[in-house]
């Protein structure tokens, strides 16, 4: 059973991000506030649940929500800053949006920058824990997986309506065959012989 409110603040945001593992494509965050009222027996965590289930949640989260933002940090950034500060920047900035303004924070994973001097928690396997960190998960999961479809039209060969830019094997021998596209981070190891390309840590900046 998820639990509604970690901090016993009224205005209290989830926070979640997808597509941070990708080979290409954006990653996508997503923050939402829910009433306090908020009940939906099936949400739990986006990874657990089947991509009908996901597609019919989202309509019932945005509409439920008191208020959510999604947000998208192309390839050229998550290269400039790193996948870590990227993820962290997509999070940010969805809150940001928000409106009212959070109360508090509530984050999935173990890292995170403060917003505004709102106060915050990291929780690991947060989405499974917390509601609104689950919602999080599925708006930016649906919305990621959008895009995703959407880029497939213009370069099918990587098949990324499939794969949704990870890095699967059919994923790798595309860009073997084909190269490289405006959509792929240049800053990951695309192909296991470009150990050249890869971070070799994350930090914060």
Not at 60 to 75: D, G, W
Request: glycine share 4%; charged share 25%.
């Amino acid at each position: 059973m998820l639990l509604l409110n970690h901090s016993g603040f009224k205005y209290e945001t989830g926070t979640d991000e997808a597509g941070r593992g990708c080979l290409a494509g954006p990653v996508t965050a997503a923050a939402v506030i829910l009433p306090p009222d908020f009940e939906m027996e099936q949400l739990n965590d986006s990874k657990q649940l089947s991509e009908k289930t996901r597609d019919r949640l989202r309509p019932l989260i945005e509409k439920a929500a008191l208020c959510y933002h999604v947000i998208n940090i192309e390839p050229v950034i998550i290269d400039e800053i790193n996948i870590l500060n990227a993820s962290i920047h997509a999070m940010q900035e969805c809150i940001k949006a928000l409106n009212p303004v959070p109360e508090y924070i509530i984050v999935d994973g173990n890292r995170f920058k403060p917003v505004s001097n709102i106060p915050h928690s990291c929780i690991v396997k947060g989405d499974s824990k917390y509601l609104s960190i689950a919602a999080a998960s599925v708006l930016a999961k649906t919305y990621r997986d959008e895009y995703m479809n959407k880029i497939h039209e213009e370069y099918p060969m990587y098949n990324w309506k499939s794969n949704k830019g990870y890095p699967t094997a059919e994923h790798r021998e595309a860009i073997r065959k084909y190269g490289t596209t405006k959509y792929h981070r240049m800053s990951f190891r695309l192909l296991p012989e470009q150990l050249e390309l890869e971070f070799g840590s994350e930090s914060l900046v």
